[in-house]
């Protein structure tokens, strides 16, 4: 369940923040779309190692990092397809 509620985290509610946030900063367009996009992206793998350096759970991070990549290939055109839509409304 942690791994879950980390990856609808990353993938759905912090991009709908950043939308948010750009549409009550005025930003439209472009703008939008490609802050959208930007949080959308799943977490570094780079984590991982920092991870396992600090003595943390670097097996969670993995499969956090692992289901988000894997996840993004639907989320991210979702996302997309969103922010595009209110950008150009």
Same mark, same amino acid.
């Given at each position: 369940?942690?791994t879950l &509620?980390? &990856?609808?985290?990353?993938?759905l509610? +912090?991009?709908? &923040?950043?939308?948010?946030?750009? =549409?009550?900063a005025?930003?439209r367009?472009?703008?939008?779309?490609?802050?959208?996009l930007?949080?959308? &992206?799943?977490t570094?793998?780079?984590? +991982?190692l920092?991870?396992?350096?600090?003595?943390?759970?670097?097996? =969670? +991070?993995?499969?956090?990092?692992?289901?988000?990549t894997v996840?993004?290939?639907?989320?991210?055109? =979702?996302?997309? +397809? =969103?922010?595009?839509?209110?950008?150009?409304?």
């Amino acid at each position: 369940p942690l791994t879950l &509620v980390a &990856v609808a985290a990353k993938l759905l509610v +912090y991009p709908l &923040v950043m939308i948010a946030t750009c =549409l009550a900063a005025g930003l439209r367009g472009n703008e939008l779309i490609l802050l959208a996009l930007t949080g959308s &992206v799943p977490t570094a793998m780079n984590g +991982y190692l920092l991870a396992k350096q600090m003595g943390s759970d670097a097996q =969670l +991070y993995a499969t956090i990092a692992t289901l988000q990549t894997v996840a993004s290939f639907l989320t991210i055109p =979702l996302i997309l +397809y =969103l922010a595009t839509y209110i950008a150009s409304g």
